[in-house]
């Protein structure tokens, strides 16, 4: 995949390192020798003391710990993950202004393991995910890791997919289809389901503009997506946990469905083509 013209979205909230082990958490012993050590690290540092006396100085950790010079291991799947949410910023701004739609960008939060969100709290656990009441994407660096490891999709076409179907959601928000499916009912034909895969459906309207203004995808790339998309089908998800598929309780859709509307919005990158709620058939 061809990154380099892409640009990195400011609309960050990096809370990676928010619950342990870098400098905002330090805790200094009673009265002068707490200010002491405080001022030897500054000077160490170069790092202004008051940002440590004031606890974080109104700095996400991971950024602190940049500026103490200790890079992270997930720096480069960050700066890559911006590039992509800065992407769908630039392709869908122009789609959703020709529809009479103002366009509003999400934010992009990065976290470790948990994190508070206007949904309730984010567990790593679950996932990728989009909370509509702040209009966040949420994402666990690691999962980076967990979809080559355990779904078996590597690479930076899969990894992009799934941002770009959580962005999916964001458009979704922004157009009134979260609000008018809130209460939404599971099942292979339920409404869950066909949010899920309007989701997918954006993802590849986003991969095809993305392509025709970036010039992004490389031989490869769109089978690594269509792999990724296959990987976290329900039923493929249900028969590896428990050894059957249950339909009654989908909530994403097969792997086949996923595919076949990731591939149905790429093939000419028109959103209009993403209606799920009139299709007949999933």
């Known amino acids: 995949m061809r990154i380099d013209d892409l640009r990195p979205t400011e609309?960050?909230?990096?809370?990676?390192?928010?619950f342990g082990g870098y400098g905002p958490h330090i805790a200094f012993g009673g009265g002068g020798l707490g200010l002491v050590a405080?001022?030897?690290?500054?000077?160490?540092?170069?790092?202004?003391?008051?940002?440590?006396?004031?606890g974080d100085g109104g700095q996400p950790a991971a950024q602190q710990a940049q500026?103490?010079?200790?890079?992270?291991?997930?720096?480069?799947a960050y700066q890559f993950s911006r590039k992509i949410i800065g992407s769908a910023e630039d392709i869908w701004t122009p789609i959703l202004q020709?529809?009479?739609?103002?366009?509003t960008p999400a934010t992009f939060t990065v976290y470790d393991a948990e994190t508070p969100t206007g949904c309730g709290e984010g567990q790593a656990s679950a996932g990728p995910f989009y909370c509509p009441n702040d209009n966040h994407v949420y994402l666990d660096l690691s999962f980076f890791n967990e979809l080559a490891d355990r779904f078996g999709a590597p690479g930076e076409f899969a990894q992009a997919y799934v941002i770009a179907h959580e962005y999916g959601h964001h458009i979704q928000t922004l157009l009134g289809t979260m609000n008018a499916h809130g209460e939404r009912s599971t099942g292979a034909e339920g409404d869950s389901v066909r949010v899920e895969l309007q989701a997918d459906c954006y993802a590849g309207v986003w991969a095809n503009r993305a392509n025709a203004q970036f010039n992004i995808l490389q031989q490869g790339d769109v089978e690594g997506g269509l792999h990724a998309a296959a990987a976290v089908g329900d039923d493929t998800l249900q028969?590896?946990?428990?050894g059957y598929a249950v339909p009654d309780s989908f909530t994403h859709g097969t792997s086949a469905q996923r595919m076949r509307w990731f591939k149905r919005g790429l093939a000419n990158g028109n959103m209009d083509d993403c209606d799920t709620f009139s299709a007949g058939q999933l």
Not at 38 to 54: A, E, N, Q
Not at 239 to 242: R, T
């Open 67 to 76: 500026e103490l010079g200790q890079p992270r291991a997930d720096d480069a």
């Open 11 to 18: 609309n960050v909230d990096d809370r990676r390192g928010a």
């Open 239 to 242: 028969k590896e946990g428990q």
């Open 98 to 103: 020709a529809k009479g739609v103002p366009f």
């Open 38 to 54: 405080v001022v030897v690290i500054s000077l160490l540092f170069g790092v202004d003391p008051t940002k440590l006396l004031s």
